[in-house]
């Protein structure tokens, strides 16, 4: 289990995160950010206890992600797939997923939703991981978002999962790291 806590003057962060069945007991005081926290646990497999407070909804938002980002980066096991990438339909939407979670921070969308365009960004950097997100079609942004919640949790999954080379990192460089390649 990875536990993280973040503690600012705006907000108060815990989350507590293992490979799993995708259980999440999430409470952000945010609806919609517990809706895509719990779908992102049970799509990626990843059980997660998630509990935040603070002053204002961007806060709150940046913050969990910021937090779960830096739990993720300390769960990569050093024999991860590494890299991982689904697209998922969602109603009218269509949105495609690609993660690398070898130690490099880079994050490409964006999502039609700034505060959730944030979060991805903010989680991907934090996780230390490089992650595309592209929306290849869709009208409702809540499908849109959650249709990425959900393509990110089973790229993650596949990412986080053992390399079928289990002898090292699946770098050429020898390491999963920031420097890795």
Partial sequence: MIAVDRETRETKISVRVK????????QTTVPFLDHMLVTLA???GLDMEVRASGDLRHHIVEDVA??????VARLVPVSATRYGERTV??????????????GRAYYMGPLPGRLYDH???SFAFNAKATLHVRVIRGHDKHHIVEAAFKALGLALRDALSPSLDVSGPFSTKGAIGESAC
């Fill in 66 to 71: 910021i937090t779960l980002g830096g739990a």
């Fill in 42 to 44: 049970r799509y990626s």
């Fill in 89 to 102: 339909p969602m109603d009218d939407a269509l949105v495609q997923v690609a993660i690398d979670v070898g």
């Fill in 19 to 26: 490979p799993g069945s995708g259980l999440a007991s999430v």
């Fill in 119 to 121: 979060w991805l960004r």
